[in-house]
């Protein structure tokens, strides 16, 4: 990776001065992705795509595709039930989510770099965006994938092609990626801004769950406890800003799929088994996700809040996602600009 260096009104890369231009510096933001319609064929489409990352699933390929075809044959429809519950007029909730923060962090950095956004999965897709900085001659590209908490199946996968395509084109010596930290202030104040909203609205709820997406425990377990610490990380921080006690919280874990044990508790279960000790109201927060999606309005905004209220309770509200809460927008700018300290990896 080439070496940065600030020179008043330029940047050096290897010791070349060039102008500090939206076209010589692009910034990219990395989501998951998107069925592009709430109809069968787009999601069987978006989810081929996504169930057949080794990284993702790691089953043997000779097993998992001929399983992965029939679980597709079957569910396609059913998710793209639940995707038309969420939709909006602009798309699905996830794109409206990675648009506005790429607008709002294009006009925070008022032209010193060009913002874009792709996704792992779907269309805009990363190999496109990678292969379009390579034709554009783009001395920089800094590549920030939308994921706070470091697993093989978000942040590993996008490093991974970011790595093999970028040295496919021979622009790896021009590709940076940068991470955004589990317990980063302008996320964890984003998070806390959003509670506090929801209380304002709300009232106190008796019981606060703190959601994040499963991962197998095998994973885990490989990646060394690393997505875990991570997401432990973002539920201390959090609590400490908005001064909740941790007894009356809960750290979980949601989005289960397949039949191996994955990180517990999980979401549904304890959503089920709180009002059976007393707990009749409570809020969900799911600070993995920056953007709301199918996991945040439909998996808990909907079917938790069922199972909540069929258990006994009385009262269910969920956290909003940061999406393009200032404060986090601010902390992307500062990092782009080197005054944040957060994670790279050289390509």
Not at 68 to 90: C, D, F, G, N, P
Not at 271 to 287: K, N, Y
Not at 314 to 325: E, G, L, R, Y
Request: aromatic share 8%; with cysteine; glycine share 8%.
């Amino acid at each position: 990776m080439g070496s940065e260096n600030r020179n008043g009104g330029c940047r050096e890369f290897d010791g070349v001065a060039v102008e500090t231009t939206a076209r010589t510096h692009r910034v990219l933001l990395v989501n998951l992705g998107t069925t592009q319609a709430p109809e069968s064929q787009a999601v069987h489409q978006f989810l081929s795509e996504f169930l057949a990352d080794p990284m993702v699933v790691d089953y043997p390929r000779w097993f998992w595709r001929p399983l992965l075809r029939l679980i597709l044959r079957s569910r396609a429809a059913k998710v793209a039930e639940q995707y038309r519950s969420i939709w909006t007029e602009h798309g699905s909730p996830l794109a409206v989510g990675t648009r506005s923060i790429a607008d709002q962090l294009r006009q925070s950095m008022e032209g010193h770099c060009e913002v874009r956004y792709a996704y792992r999965y779907g269309t805009p897709s990363l190999r496109n965006e990678l292969e379009a900085a390579a034709h554009d001659g783009v001395a920089q590209l800094e590549i920030i994938p939308l994921f706070p908490h470091r697993t093989g199946s978000t942040t590993g996968t996008i490093e991974a092609l970011v790595d093999a395509v970028s040295n496919e084109l021979d622009i790896a010596g021009r590709v940076k990626l940068s991470s955004i930290e589990p317990d980063d202030s302008g996320y964890v104040l984003a998070l806390a801004d959003a509670w506090k909203r929801a209380v304002a609205a709300g009232g106190i709820p008796q019981h606060l769950v703190v959601s994040f997406h499963g991962i197998p425990r095998r994973y885990d377990r490989k990646e060394g406890g690393a997505y875990q610490r991570d997401c432990h990380k973002t539920y201390q921080a959090l609590l400490a800003r908005i001064g909740w006690p941790e007894e009356n919280s809960t750290i979980s874990f949601q989005s289960r799929f397949g039949p191996e044990p994955w990180l517990s508790p999980a979401t549904a279960v304890v959503l089920e088994q709180l009002p059976t000790a007393g707990i009749r109201s409570v809020a969900v927060a799911m600070p993995g996700f920056l953007t709301e999606g199918l996991e945040t309005i439909e998996e808990i905004g909907i079917r938790g809040r069922a199972t909540f209220m069929r258990a006994g309770g009385q009262k269910f509200m969920t956290i909003d996602c940061v999406q393009s809460h200032p404060a986090f927008i601010g902390s992307l700018v500062e990092a782009i600009e080197g005054r944040r300290v957060h994670r790279t990896v050289q390509i």
